[in-house]
Nanobody
Framework: QVQLVESGGGLVQAGGSLRLSCAVS????????MGWYRQAPQKQRELVAV???????NYADSVKGRFTVSRDNAKNTVTLQMNSLKPEDTAVYYC???????????????WGQGTQVTVSS
């Protein structure tokens, strides 16, 4: 069974920093993209940042220049460094990995359980 385990959320003042980490455990044949999504109360889940296995990245416009996504392919981990945090960054952050469990299976999305990030003004 594939599991994504997140860590690093919490409460921080505006202008502060947090670092989120996510580790993929279980047997997985290949991981393609990895990244982070977030969902604020009464809002839809939105993309924050994603990174391909080759290291190409894509960010939401609202976090460009403040957040940095990185990954360790050998350890199947992805990290989100969040700087200059704003109250509007408050949300539950979800780790995502797209991949397949074995050669014959189809690619699918795997999700973490979510970690709360709260930015106070």
């Amino acid at each position: 069974q594939v599991q994504l385990v997140e860590s690093g959320g919490g409460l921080v003042q505006a202008g502060g920093s947090l670092r989120l980490s996510c580790a993929v455990s279980g047997i997985i044949f290949r991981i393609n993209g990895m990244g982070w999504y977030r969902q604020a109360p009464q809002k839809q889940r939105e993309l924050v940042a994603v990174i391909t296995s080759g290291g190409s990245t894509n960010y939401a416009d609202s976090v460009k220049g403040r957040f940095t996504v990185s990954r360790d392919n050998a350890k199947n981990t992805v990290t989100l460094q969040m700087n200059s945090l704003k109250p509007e960054d408050t949300a539950v952050y979800y780790c995502n990995a797209n991949g397949r469990r074995n050669y014959a299976s189809a690619n699918r999305d795997y999700w973490g359980q979510g970690t709360q990030v709260t930015v106070s003004s």
